[in-house]
Structures are given as structure tokens and as C-alpha cells.
């Protein structure tokens, strides 16, 4: 899976570093939306927001993807990883189911960031953080995983999820004011574990 991930994402100072980003975000498939959709159903122009619940929908998810967008390029820029979302990397939903997905993405990667800002219910991240954070610590080197993974929130968010993230996986937790401190928070995250895989304190990823 990493030579596959490595291969889609292309060539950076450190390819084969790499730091999956995570967040509450749901990708939207325009071309299943409208397979699904009866014809007679399909006016000539369509208001996308009907498509996912609500406008408030859309807007929270596109606001939560434009954030983790932004935290990815800036890690590819600065750090000189390469970090990618799952909608970065092109397997089909037949190949693979998307929770199947983000635990082999999350297994393959150097480092795992979960973004939550506040935008709303936050069931789906528990659910998700949960599941992939289960399936690593699971693993013969479950040992080694707690400094590779962090879990960043925007202040004010409040979830039983994040006391678990600490106390069941010990887990690294960051809570950021805006966007230029959760970059820089990530970026230092980062920079600090390719440093101890370089001196060995933790184990390459090959």
C-alpha cells in the first residue's frame, strides 16, 4: 500500500514520509448522485446542497475540506512530506470499502493527523477515530504507534472522543486557535518524528 500511495501522490524531498490527514469531512460523488437519481428526477440545473442533507451540510463539509486542503499543501511545502487525504489516492470503493481505505492508509503512513474543527455534530469523527485508532494499536508494533498519531481540535470542541484518544491510545491532543497554529503545530509534529526516524528513536516505514 505505501509504494501504491507513494506513486499516486508523486515525488517531494521526503515521498515516502507519510502523514495521512483525516477529518470530518464527506467526499461527494456528483456522478454517483446523479447515477442514483431516477431521469425523469434530474432537472437541467441542480442545487447540490439537496444532495447532501442541507446547505448547512455542504458548507460544513466543504469549510472542514478546505481546512485539512490547506494543512496538506502546507505540509507538502514546508516539511516536504507528502501528505494526502483519502479522495487523494484513486481506489475504487469495489477494491476497497472507504473504512477498509483509512485503516490500510492509516497503517501505510509515517504519521496520522485527525483535524476536528468546530462545525457542528461530531459522531462521525468518534466513529471513525475510533475504528482506525483500534485497528493500529491492535498490531505487533502497537507499542510505537501513540507518538505517530494526533488527534489536533479548534478550541471550544468538546467530545468524549478526545478524553479516549488520551486516556485508552495515548494519543497525542492538540487544540489550535486558527489556522496558522494548527499548521504550525502539525508542521513541528512532523518535523519532530522524521527526526527520530532519522536518528532511530523510532523505526523507518521502507
Known amino acids: 500500500m505505501r509504494d501504491r500511495i507513494v506513486d499516486e501522490l508523486g515525488e ?3 515521498s515516502r514520509f507519510l502523514v495521512y490527514l483525516m477529518g470530518p469531512y464527506e467526499a461527494f460523488d456528483v456522478e454517483r448522485a446523479l ?15 439537496t444532495l447532501v442533507g442541507s446547505d448547512r451540510d455542504l458548507e460544513r463539509d466543504e469549510a472542514a475540506l478546505d481546512l485539512l486542503l490547506d494543512v496538506r499543501d502546507r505540509l507538502r511545502t514546508t516539511a516536504g512530506v507528502n501528505a494526502f487525504l483519502a479522495i487523494d489516492v484513486d481506489i475504487p ?9 483509512s485503516i490500510a492508509f492509516a497503517r501505510a503512513s509515517n504519521a496520522v493527523v485527525y483535524v476536528v ?21 491492535d498490531e ?7 507518538e ?4 489536533a481540535h479548534e478550541s471550544g470542541v468538546r ?8 486516556d485508552r491510545w495515548d494519543a497525542r491532543i ?33
Request: glycine share 6%; hydrophobic share 40%.
Open 12 to 14: 517531494l524531498p521526503r
Open 35 to 49: 447515477a442514483d437519481a431516477a431521469p425523469e428526477s434530474v432537472p437541467e440545473s441542480m442545487d447540490f446542497g
Open 93 to 101: 470503493l469495489s477494491e476497497l470499502d472507504a473504512a477498509s481505505q
Open 117 to 137: 474543527p468546530a462545525v457542528g455534530d461530531n459522531l462521525g469523527v468518534g466513529i471513525e477515530v475510533g475504528s482506525v485508532l483500534e485497528a493500529l494499536f
Open 140 to 146: 505487533e508494533t502497537a507499542a510505537h504507534r501513540p
Open 148 to 151: 505517530r498519531v494526533v488527534f
Open 159 to 166: 467530545s468524549a472522543m478526545i478524553a479516549a484518544v488520551r
Open 174 to 206: 492538540y487544540s489550535y486557535d486558527d489556522r496558522e497554529e494548527l499548521c504550525r503545530q502539525l508542521r513541528l509534529f512532523v518535523r519532530d518524528l522524521v527526526r527520530k526516524e532519522r536518528t532511530g528513536e523510532l523505526s523507518r516505514l521502507e
